[in-house]
């Protein structure tokens, strides 16, 4: 029997991976996905740059055939944002692109790559290669960190290998661009927010607030958002889908109001040894503690 899709919302996120604007908007994706039950989120992979050579943003003051000087203006324009969004961004060590690796379509093949696979590890994946562009200032472009992502993200490192160098992953992302052509995509991130046979498009940087006014529209008041319990089970049981959170996300996911709430409670979780926590740029992510499996070396028995 088909799967009923008449009640989910479908939010294409027209996105890339090293897109500041789109690490910021974790925290407000995280809380659509606690305040509202049936929701879907696909990504759509853009290729924000080709060749940062030939790349100019204007308005952030982005641009020049200087590496080193552009990394720095990236960095700047990086903390400025996370003053807002509240993502971890770390400078030191900072080199987003190099010389020899002057663009983002890696990244974005690698997650077609990846999608291949499997797609919800496929999505863990973009938000680690994220997460390892913004908050562990590491080069993503490079197939040697990419694979140690992929690894670390439960996927299979040699089908994602195949998929890399066969041309399969490379075709998918070209595919992407094109979509986002076609629909007039101009900018990142953009969301398409459909529900039924009705659709509204969103460019750029989104707060909580505006999916719900148009969610409650597209859907004629038929949704609105629930408020998840504030407790250990909700949160870990979250945790299952998503491994990593940062300070910002358990915020907003949660309608805590406050980091110092966070802080409360992610320090108790620590103490309780139920999460570890992850310091990153000026703040911090929690991770979930996976069950370590040991065998007795005596009886053969493992737990």
């Known amino acids: 029997m088909a799967e009923d899709k008449s009640n989910t919302i479908i939010i294409q ?3 890339d991976p090293i897109c500041t604007w789109c690490w910021g908007s974790e925290p407000v994706l995280r809380k659509l996905e606690t305040h509202y039950p049936n929701i879907e989120i696909r990504y759509v992979m853009g290729g924000l740059v080709d060749d940062i050579h030939n790349f100019r943003d204007d308005s952030n003051d982005i641009g020049g055939s200087d590496i ?4 720095k203006q990236i960095i700047t324009h990086w903390e400025e944002a996370a003053e ?3 993502m971890p ?6 080199a987003l692109f190099s010389n020899a690796y002057p663009s983002s379509y890696p990244q974005n093949i690698a997650y077609k790559a990846a999608q291949k696979i499997d797609q919800e590890k496929a999505d863990l994946f973009l938000y680690n290669i994220r997460a390892a562009s913004a908050a562990e200032a590491k080069l993503t472009s490079r197939l040697d960190v990419l694979t140690s ?3 670390a993200s439960g996927l299979d490192v040699s089908a994602f290998l195949e998929n890399m160098d066969n041309g399969s992953a490379e075709g998918a992302f070209k595919g992407d661009m094109a979509l986002g052509k076609a629909l007039g995509v101009q900018g990142f991130p953009t969301f398409l927010v459909k529900y039924n046979n009705q659709q509204v498009m969103l460019r750029g940087f989104q707060e909580f607030d505006t999916f719900v006014s148009v969610i409650n529209m597209i ?7 629930l408020h998840p319990p504030i407790n250990d089970e909700h949160l870990l049981s979250f945790m299952e889908k998503h491994p990593r959170l940062a300070a910002a996300e358990i915020m907003q996911a949660y309608n805590l109001g406050s980091l110092d709430k966070v802080d409360e409670w992610v320090e108790r979780l620590v103490d309780e040894g139920k999460v570890e926590k992850q310091v990153a740029g000026q703040s911090y992510f929690i991770n979930k503690i996976m069950n370590k499996i040991s065998c007795d070396p005596q009886t053969g028995v493992c737990l």
């Open 84 to 86: 807002r969004h509240g």
């Open 149 to 151: 992502l992929v690894d």
């Open 89 to 94: 961004v770390e400078s030191n060590g900072f």
């Open 219 to 225: 859907s004629n008041g038929k949704l609105i958002p």
């Open 13 to 15: 996120n027209f996105t």
């Open 68 to 71: 080193e000087s552009v990394n």
